[in-house]
């Protein structure tokens, strides 16, 4: 297994709003302490604009972990490379967390507390009064809110590999490097297939993202080094693994060894029996 940093990609966000939605819906902010003020992303309002607000709910757009509230706002949490989300509940000491990489804290009238943390800064966070928060962030529908037909009419106009679209948020949100890979071998299409070229197997493709995704989720998604869940747990995903990170190794289908490329800009993997070019 490869191992290096990733960005969370929608079954990790999926399963930390899960996990945060049952901590801290119906909560009521006390204060907002941003620590690192690079931070807050341009056109963000102030942390203290949230003080007194209620969770009205927790929400997944995209990659982004989205906390709504009553009255109206939203705080857009973008996990970068290496962001961690981690409650405290009322009474926990928080103390044992390693201080020096939390960037932002959120305490709540009970008690509790939600901190984020950040190694590397790669993550960003959002506070707005929007709530059509795919549109102000220009990211397309994730695979689940989305139709065969709707993928088919992406993929057409695209020249680009298919691979480069399921990575591109403006076109497809939620996938990254590790699911787009996986959802491409299922399907059986080779990586560097055309987009026009892959539009007739948008039906395919997406069933195939939506159950590994799915199957991702249930896993509460894939551990290779730096994610966690908001309680500190890993998720199990990379045992499951197809293609991604397994050069070299015998594909599960076939036997044939899985090859990686470059496209994008990313490490790519892919059974050059089982995924032919078109
Ligand atoms: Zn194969």
């Known amino acids: 297994m490869e191992r290096w940093n990733r960005m969370p990609e929608l079954p990790e966000v999926e399963t930390i709003v899960r996990a945060l939605a049952r901590s801290v819906r119906d ?3 006390e204060t907002v302490s941003i620590l690192r003020g690079d931070i807050l992303r341009g056109g963000s ?6 003080a007194g607000a209620r969770v009205a709910g927790v929400e997944r757009v995209g990659k982004n972990v989205v906390l709504l509230f009553e009255p109206p706002a939203s705080l857009v949490i973008n996990l970068g490379m290496t962001g961690r989300l981690l409650f ?3 009474g926990e000491r928080a103390a044992r967390v390693p201080v020096p990489h939390r960037h932002a804290a959120i305490r709540f009238s009970n008690g509790g507390a939600l901190c984020y943390h950040d ?3 790669f993550g960003s966070l959002l506070i707005t009064k929007r709530l059509d928060i795919a549109v102000l962030l220009g990211i397309g529908k994730d695979p689940f809110q989305m139709s065969a037909r709707e993928l088919r009419g992406i993929l057409a106009k ?3 590999p298919v691979k480069a679209v399921l990575l591109d948020q403006k076109a497809v ?3 990254g490097n590790i699911y787009a890979d996986e959802t491409l071998y299922r399907a059986r299409v080779h990586p560097a297939t055309r987009a026009r070229k892959a539009a007739e197997h948008a039906g395919v493709i997406l069933s195939s993202a939506r159950a590994v ?7 509460g998604g894939t551990t290779l080094r730096d994610y966690r869940t908001p309680d500190g747990s890993k998720g199990s995903f990379q045992h499951e693994l197809a293609v991604y990170g397994r050069t070299g190794q015998p594909c599960t289908g076939c036997g044939a060894a899985i090859q990686k490329t470059i496209i994008a800009g990313r490490g790519t993997h892919f059974c050059p029996s089982c995924q032919r070019p078109a």
């Open 27 to 29: 909560l009521t902010v």
């Open 45 to 50: 309002l102030s942390g203290s604009s949230l």
């Open 88 to 90: 405290h509940a009322p």
């Open 119 to 121: 190694a590397r800064r």
């Open 158 to 160: 695209r020249n680009a």
């Open 173 to 175: 949100s939620g996938l």
């Open 213 to 219: 995704l799915r199957r991702a989720i249930r896993r």
